[in-house]
């Protein structure tokens, strides 16, 4: 154990360092917010990659392919990649061009300050809720951590809730601390620490449960003994339906008609359609109209390089996911072939091996990396919440005359409310997984995006690909439309009326409601650009 905490210590003394050293020299809202546009592309590239893998991707990607058995998760890689592109080239330069600090500033000179603001809030609210998700999932290590070091390993609700809430105030004061004395030039360089940390931690785990399946024998013994495991449908602790271990690529076809085959492709969440479409719209919003993602590409030099940094992320993005489900189907293998009965939970597989089958010192280095990922989203979510924040609402509709000195002192309190707010979501989360041990990770992390952002990516795709479509009251009304129509199609989903929507279509079905509304009306002369 001693072992396992210097290792931790040693990351929280780099971060730390790094934040006060990128501290320096930040005289203005730009300096804090985009690092004064001096970033490096491979900063950029690794910023990304730390963002991406995030604590619900880090526990979430292995219980699926523990669960699984398979790849089909790494189809919607097609779709990550496909939408990068278009952000690359399409999204950038408007931002560039206009010189924005906040992407809605591009609302406001393409329609009118209305379209921004609605665009602002959607974000401020999408992206506490999702972030405050996914900090949840930073606190499940940590839980199983402190029940393993103090012996007690079966908690009652009230104590785990409470255990949780002590864990993500913990993870919450340090990354506010290193993100408001550092601002983005801190997150940026920490998060290539972070991402360095994960790559050695994870490559470390799959070495290790490989050799650990392989015992005495040899590695051709150890292959056959791997995918015999894996064939096993007899053996199904998750409780997956229509099993298929091995399987990649799914058309999601029924051979029951077109109609049927329809139902199936917009009811699955992992299939050729949803890469090639859902991922892609999914991806687009993500990284093209989403504050958090499009900050770290301003803060290159021109949108050449952030074109560059995106576009790589999108290339590596699928040999990540193909190691990070190799890792949940080699501890499939590994809790089978020696007799260990997982975690009733999805979400705990990973961490409850780390925690319980890992040596001293590889485990610590598992936990910094599970923290370096978590903290990574967390320091960028709230630069990008407390910039925004600034940039839209402080310095043009409370302060309009605010000088630098006080938009940098605002940007830095709102980090700290903004942390707040982020505990208290992810308090909320831990309290609804503890009551509900059913829930899946993945589809809730992603799936809380689908409800807005698909009315984001709208209203941009509308001001980007047309000249004189859309206006400041009819993207208001276009971007409700987007939103009533996924939360009605959700909730009859739910209520088996008509058949579910997987999340990755929510975004999907978001955009082009809203595009197709907003076509419906003209842009004044003097708002055309």
């Given amino acids: 154990m001693y072992a396992d905490f210097l290792v931790v210590i040693a990351y929280f003394c780099a971060i730390f360092a790094i934040g006060l050293y ?4 930040q005289d203005s809202l730009e300096s804090y917010a985009l690092g004064n546009r001096s970033m490096p592309w491979w900063a950029i590239l690794a910023s990304i990659i730390a963002a991406e893998i995030s604590a619900a991707t880090f526990l979430g990607t292995p219980g699926e392919g523990f669960a699984l058995r398979n790849f089909t998760y790494v189809q919607l890689g097609i779709g990550t990649l496909l939408g990068r592109i278009i952000v690359g080239r399409l999204f950038l330069k408007p931002y560039y061009h206009y010189n924005v600090i906040s992407i809605y500033e591009y609302l406001e000179k393409r329609f009118g300050v209305t379209t921004r603001r609605w665009a602002s809030i959607t974000f401020l609210i999408s992206r506490v809720l999702a972030s405050g998700t996914r900090l949840f999932f930073a606190g499940i290590l940590l839980v199983i951590a402190y029940m393993f070091a103090t012996g007690n390993e079966v908690a009652t609700p009230a104590e785990t809730v409470v255990i949780y809430l002590l864990a993500l105030t913990f993870i919450t004061i340090v990354t506010a601390i290193y993100t408001t004395l550092g601002g983005l030039k801190a997150v940026v360089w920490t998060d290539v620490l972070q991402a360095s940390i994960l ?72 299939t050729l359609w949803t890469a090639f479409l859902g991922a892609t719209f999914l991806t687009m919003a993500t990284h093209g109209t989403d504050q958090d993602m499009v900050q770290r590409m301003l803060a290159a030099k021109d949108s050449r390089t952030g074109t560059r940094a995106v576009i790589l992320s999108g290339v590596l993005d699928i040999p990540i ?87 940098l002192r605002a940007v830095r309190w709102l980090t700290v409310l903004f942390a707040a707010l982020l505990i208290v979501v992810g308090a909320i989360t831990a309290w609804y997984s503890v009551m509900d041990p059913t829930v899946r990770i993945l589809p809730i992390a992603l799936g809380i995006f689908g ?19 859309g206006n400041d009251w009819g993207n208001v009304l276009a971007m409700l439309a987007g939103f009533a129509v996924v939360a009605f199609l959700e909730i009859c ?30 842009t004044p002369d003097s708002s055309q650009s």
Avoid at 454 to 469: A, C
Avoid at 501 to 509: D, G, H, K, L, Q
């Fill in 493 to 522: 989903g739910r209520q088996e009326i008509i058949p579910a929507i997987a999340f990755p279509w929510r975004v999907t079905i978001g955009t082009l409601v809203t595009f197709v509304v907003g076509c419906c009306f003209r």
């Fill in 321 to 407: 996911v193909l190691v990070f489900l190799s890792c949940g189907m080699l501890l499939f293998v590994y809790f089978s072939v020696n007799g260990i009965t997982p975690p009733a939970k999805q979400i705990e597989i990973f961490p409850y091996f780390i925690i319980h089958y890992l040596p001293a010192g590889i485990r610590g280095l598992l936990v910094a990396a599970l923290l370096a990922t978590a903290m990574g989203s967390l320091s960028t979510a709230l630069n990008a919440l407390a910039t925004t924040a600034t940039r839209d609402w402080y310095r043009d509709v409370f302060n309009p005359r605010a000088t630098e000195r006080q938009m």
């Fill in 199 to 270: 790559a050695v931690s994870v490559v470390t785990t799959l070495v290790l449960l490989f050799v650990s399946i392989k015992g005495d024998g040899s590695v051709g013994e150890a292959w056959a003994t791997i995918c015999r495991t894996l064939g096993d449908t007899s053996y199904n602790p998750c409780g997956v339906k229509n099993l298929q271990p091995g399987k990649v690529f799914d058309f999601g076809l029924t051979g029951k008609g077109f109609v049927e085959d329809v139902r199936n492709i917009l009811g699955s969440e992992y």
């Fill in 451 to 469: 409800y807005t952002y698909g009315s984001l990516l709208g209203v941009f795709l509308l001001g980007m690909l047309t000249r004189n479509r």
């Fill in 22 to 25: 990128a501290g320096r020299k």
